[in-house]
């Protein structure tokens, strides 16, 4: 278990004090605060359908460290989905989720690819290219939302939020050592 303790905002006079030095007014920060809540829903979202998605995309990989990539990478999500609860009661916020369109998109987009592909190598490299865009969409989503919450002054939010960040920037990595180790030669073979 990491330590995502940071109870800087404990002190009611520090309440507006930033540690990026950027401080939103208080009309910005109520419109920030709406829309840093609506996106927390719409990734809320995307990482519950990832846990169904994710299965299927084990299911048609051949290459057996993509295999456990994938099936590493499933239970982190779970992972992630039960850290964005910790996220919504950090800022007293009930956790719901509101369709998120994009991700819903990148999934289709990921149907589309096993289907048309021959299962083996070249399948294994569509799953890469389809399991690359959502951690790119996941990287982009975490990266802006910690730093929403902290110009929000929500801190706790905020080093739970990057601690997802690192781990999905860490997936992506792993999906790019495995397509250039690998899958990539075959295919071309
Ligand atoms: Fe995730």
């Given at each position: 278990?990491?330590?995502?303790?940071?109870?800087?905002?404990?002190?009611?006079?520090?309440?507006?004090?930033?540690?990026?030095?950027?401080?939103?007014?208080?009309?910005?920060?109520?419109?920030?605060?709406?829309?840093?809540?609506?996106?927390?829903?719409?990734?809320?979202?995307?990482?519950?359908a990832l846990t169904k998605a994710i299965p299927k995309m084990i299911k048609n990989a051949t290459a057996e460290e993509l295999v456990e990539a994938l099936t590493g990478h499933l239970e982190v999500t779970k992972e992630h989905v039960a850290r964005l609860e910790k996220v919504f009661s950090s800022i007293s916020e009930k956790a719901a989720a509101k369709?998120?369109?994009?991700?819903?998109?990148?999934?289709?987009?990921?149907?589309?690819?096993?289907?048309?592909?021959?299962k083996g190598m070249v399948r294994d490299a569509g799953i890469i290219l389809a399991g690359q865009k959502v951690e790119h969409y996941e990287i982009a989503t975490y990266g802006t939302l910690c730093t929403f919450a902290k110009t929000l002054d929500e801190n706790d939010a905020a080093s739970l939020l990057h601690e997802t960040l690192e781990e999905e920037k860490e997936a992506d990595a792993k999906l790019t050592q495995i397509a250039e180790s690998f899958i990539n030669a075959e295919a071309a073979r």
């Open positions: 278990m990491k330590n995502t303790n940071s109870k800087s905002s404990q002190n009611g006079t520090q309440k507006n004090e930033k540690q990026n030095g950027v401080k939103a007014k208080p009309d910005a920060a109520e419109g920030l605060r709406k829309l840093f809540v609506d996106e927390l829903k719409d990734i809320y979202w995307a990482e519950k369709k998120c369109e994009a991700m819903e998109g990148l999934m289709k987009e990921a149907e589309e690819i096993m289907q048309q592909t021959k």
